[in-house]
């Protein structure tokens, strides 16, 4: 079983950066796959990065490439999305997942992960 935790969501006005985390417990993520999605009211949950489980590779929507930087620090086993140039349209709850199927790829659809954790919201205010 795999706990994930999100933090650091806010207000924050467009141009700003912000950086959400996801903690772990009951496996290290240095094991794992992990993304990040966000939903936004009356829309699906969307992509928005993933890192692979050996942090070799990874991966971003055209909507956030060049603004937004997934990585894992395994000695404090969390995740962190650093978000830069905030836009009013990354306006969402943000989510942290967590796979723990085998494989050694990067995965961008919700059903490729087993874990997920409660949510952060971001606003970003224009």
């Known amino acids: 079983q795999v706990q994930l935790v999100e933090s650091g969501g806010g207000l924050v006005q467009a141009g700003d950066s912000l950086r959400v985390s996801c903690a772990a417990s009951g496996r290290t993520f240095g094991s794992l796959a992990v993304g990040w999605f966000r939903q936004a009211p009356g829309q699906e949950r969307e992509f928005v990065a993933a890192i692979s489980r050996g942090s070799r590779v990874t991966d971003y929507p055209d909507s956030v490439k060049g603004r937004f930087t997934i990585s894992k620090d395994n000695a404090k086993n969390t995740v962190f999305l650093q978000m830069n140039s905030l836009l009013p349209e990354d306006t969402a709850v943000y989510y942290c997942?967590?796979?723990?199927?085998?494989?050694?790829?990067?995965?961008?659809?919700?059903?490729?992960?087993?874990?997920w954790g409660q949510g952060t919201q971001v606003t970003v205010s224009s």
């Open positions: 997942a967590a796979r723990l199927r085998t494989g050694s790829g990067i995965y961008t659809g919700p059903d490729d992960y087993d874990y």
